[in-house]
């Protein structure tokens, strides 16, 4: 089987967005990292470069793993152990928080709501409520209709969906 992408300065600048001096130092240290595996076992399919390419397209586009076997000429059970594998030593090593971090207050801006928006979200809001209302009142349904038995048990049915309706309004 033949993939189509490989660790070549097209390819790499386009589906990941870094240079290819980059994109070299980045192999380099998932490789100090453990990235070949520790030796032993059967050999990967792939070279380093295109496992840590594959999983640069995986979290850069939004292709499955099914979408992306082909492109690199593997099955999707390879596609899925090489990102398990290489996931963690791509990630970012945590930065060192400074001494009075704890106490500094970070305040992200909104935006401002675009004209017609907040009617829009009115409306999202007034059909959401419905529908959850329709689902709420199908569940209590269910519960009628799975209670139907001799004795009490239409009673206490009835009962239970009476306090969870007066609970609905309160909350």
Known sequence: ?????????????????LRMDRFVKLVKVVRERGGNGPGGGRPWCLPLEDRVLLVAVYYRTDLTMRQLAPLFGVSPATVCRVIQRLRPLLAIEPASRPADAVERLWISPGRDLLPGEEEDNAEH?????????AFARMKHYKILRDCRQRGTGLHHAVQAVAHMHNLAPAA
């Open 125 to 133: 809001r007034r059909v959401r409520a419905r529908v959850e209302h």
């Open 1 to 17: 089987m033949c993939g189509v992408l490989r660790a070549e300065p097209l390819w790499v600048e386009t589906f990941t967005g």
